[in-house]
């Protein structure tokens, strides 16, 4: 655990400590107001929809069995400790990733001379994530996919009740909430002209696929609510700071993209 605390510590230094910038940010287009109701709105939803969770969940799974390639992959990856592997994944989805994000924009903004800026660039990151946890929550409900430690009995107390979270595999919140951060905190700090912005992307998907990775690992999703939640997570990330909050004169910073949605059994196809 110690090593595992130190390697948390360096990633997030790294993360946290953009080389020094030599010009002022981009302008990028933003309302407070607006987008703090979009975003505060968007998180309230989410927390609303935890916290009747007990109520709206479904208490049947919809799709109950597994296949051939999931079943095959939770044989390779999952741990025998998965409460060690699920605790992990919590910190690296719900502290180090969002607390690597901000540390950076912060810093990358006052590094540019424009200590505002990093304030905004953490309320755009804020609202495109909560427009993700709030479909991947919608979909959750809808899918009621059973989670694979409830399908296989991975759990240590025989006496153990069935839970609003059982049924509620498809696709991974982690997984997406890691993905949409790190994307996100990526396509700002490009449009921002941020030194940095490589290590943005390249720490910041690699902790969001160690996290998918972990959950996984944990027994609390499959490969395929993993990799659609890294989908969907990766998408939002890129497209909504792009198509709301482009520089100012200067479109979206970069060429222009169409995005199709094509649904699929247990899975939806992105199409740029």
Same mark, same amino acid.
Request: with cysteine.
């Given at each position: 655990m110690r090593r595992a605390a130190r390697a948390v510590l360096a990633l997030a230094f790294l993360w946290a400590s953009p080389p020094? +910038?030599?010009?002022?940010?981009? #302008?990028?287009?933003?309302?407070?107001r607006t987008d703090a109701?979009? #975003?505060?709105?968007?998180? #309230? =939803?989410? @927390?609303?929809? *935890?916290?009747?969770? !007990?109520?709206?969940? &479904?208490?049947?799974?919809?799709?109950?069995g597994t296949n051939a390639f999931d079943a095959g992959a939770?044989? @390779?990856?999952?741990w025998g400790h998965i409460d060690r592997a699920r605790l992990v994944s919590d910190l690296s989805a719900?502290? =180090?990733?969002?607390? !690597?994000?901000?540390?950076?924009?912060?810093?990358? #903004?006052r590094g540019a001379g424009d200590v505002e800026a990093g304030f905004v660039d953490v309320l755009i990151v804020a609202e495109a994530a909560a427009i993700a946890m709030d479909l991947? *929550?919608?979909?959750? =409900?809808?899918?009621?996919?059973?989670? &694979?430690?409830?399908?296989? $009995?991975?759990?240590?107390?025989?006496?153990?009740k069935p839970g609003p979270d059982d049924n509620m595999s498809f696709y991974g919140g982690h997984t997406t909430f890691a993905f949409v951060v790190a994307a996100a905190a990526g396509t700002v700090s490009?449009?921002?002209?941020? *030194?940095? +912005?490589?290590?943005?992307?390249?720490? $910041?998907?690699?902790?969001?696929?160690?996290?998918?990775? =972990?959950?996984?690992?944990?027994?609390?999703h499959y490969l395929t609510d993993v990799l659609v939640g890294a989908g969907m997570g990766l998408a939002a990330g890129i497209a909504l700071p792009r198509l709301l909050h482009g520089r100012k004169g200067g479109g979206t910073g970069g060429t222009a993209a169409s995005v199709s949605v094509n649904p699929f059994p247990l899975g939806i196809a992105f199409v740029f």
């Amino acid at each position: 655990m110690r090593r595992a605390a130190r390697a948390v510590l360096a990633l997030a230094f790294l993360w946290a400590s953009p080389p020094a +910038a030599r010009a002022a940010p981009n #302008a990028l287009r933003h309302d407070l107001r607006t987008d703090a109701w979009i #975003a505060g709105g968007g998180w #309230a =939803l989410y @927390l609303a929809s *935890e916290l009747a969770k !007990g109520t709206l969940a &479904p208490s049947r799974c919809r799709f109950c069995g597994t296949n051939a390639f999931d079943a095959g992959a939770r044989d @390779l990856l999952v741990w025998g400790h998965i409460d060690r592997a699920r605790l992990v994944s919590d910190l690296s989805a719900y502290a =180090l990733v969002p607390a !690597g994000m901000i540390a950076h924009q912060l810093l990358a #903004a006052r590094g540019a001379g424009d200590v505002e800026a990093g304030f905004v660039d953490v309320l755009i990151v804020a609202e495109a994530a909560a427009i993700a946890m709030d479909l991947n *929550e919608l979909v959750k =409900l809808l899918v009621a996919r059973q989670r &694979p430690f409830v399908h296989y $009995g991975d759990y240590r107390d025989p006496d153990r009740k069935p839970g609003p979270d059982d049924n509620m595999s498809f696709y991974g919140g982690h997984t997406t909430f890691a993905f949409v951060v790190a994307a996100a905190a990526g396509t700002v700090s490009d449009l921002r002209g941020y *030194e940095s +912005a490589p290590w943005v992307w390249g720490i $910041g998907l690699t902790v969001a696929a160690t996290t998918g990775y =972990l959950r996984i690992a944990a027994d609390q999703h499959y490969l395929t609510d993993v990799l659609v939640g890294a989908g969907m997570g990766l998408a939002a990330g890129i497209a909504l700071p792009r198509l709301l909050h482009g520089r100012k004169g200067g479109g979206t910073g970069g060429t222009a993209a169409s995005v199709s949605v094509n649904p699929f059994p247990l899975g939806i196809a992105f199409v740029f």
